[in-house]
């Protein structure tokens, strides 16, 4: 009996501790999550500022704005409908999403996100839908709690960003 009292404090403690581990996780993937979309928005800034980017100086802008982030990218793709990649920056990967995937999960205000592997490290991964070319020839992240119902604004590409999660930032 003496030792059933003992054990509840004990007990009690690990529950607590794993609840607050729980929260504090879900936290910090919101913060990373927060941080991708931060630099899916910047990349989208920036390209909105040139309607003729070739695939090269696409190349430099995801590889700045890699430098740039608060996180520790493990690559970043933009890719056409087709899945066809134009330009990457990091570790070379096949895409993690389909364009049709990002957009069916956006259209239901769902992000496309998912957590993987590489190298031993995991790597939260997020797509965002976006548009290229059209009018003003800007690259345009549609993110879901900004949707503007602009003529020619339906995605045509997928940008795609997966960051180090075991890193707490660069």
């Known amino acids: 009996m003496k030792l059933k009292r003992q054990l509840i404090p004990i007990l009690l403690g690990i529950v607590v501790g794993a609840a607050i581990a729980v929260v504090l996780t879900r936290d910090r993937a919101s913060e990373v999550r ?24 696409l190349d430099v802008v995801l590889a700045e704005a890699r430098k740039t982030s608060p996180r520790a ?9 087709d899945n ?10 096949r895409a993690a999403f389909t364009l049709q995937y ?16 590489r190298d031993g490290k995991r790597v939260l991964v997020e797509a965002f839908p ?30 795609e960003i997966a960051v180090f999660l075991d890193d707490q930032s660069r």
């Open 34 to 57: 927060q941080d991708v979309a931060n630099t899916a928005v910047e990349i989208g800034r920036r390209l909105q500022q040139n309607s003729g980017w070739t695939p090269l100086e």
């Open 73 to 81: 990218i493990a690559w970043m793709q933009l890719r056409r409908a």
């Open 84 to 93: 066809r990649l134009i330009a990457q920056t990091g570790i070379e990967e």
């Open 102 to 117: 990002v957009k069916a999960r956006h259209a239901n205000r769902k992000g496309a996100v998912k957590v993987v592997e």
């Open 130 to 159: 976006v548009r290229i070319g059209g009018a003003t020839g800007a690259l345009r992240v549609l993110r879901v709690a900004h949707r503007a119902k602009v003529p020619g604004s339906v995605p045509n590409a997928l940008l």
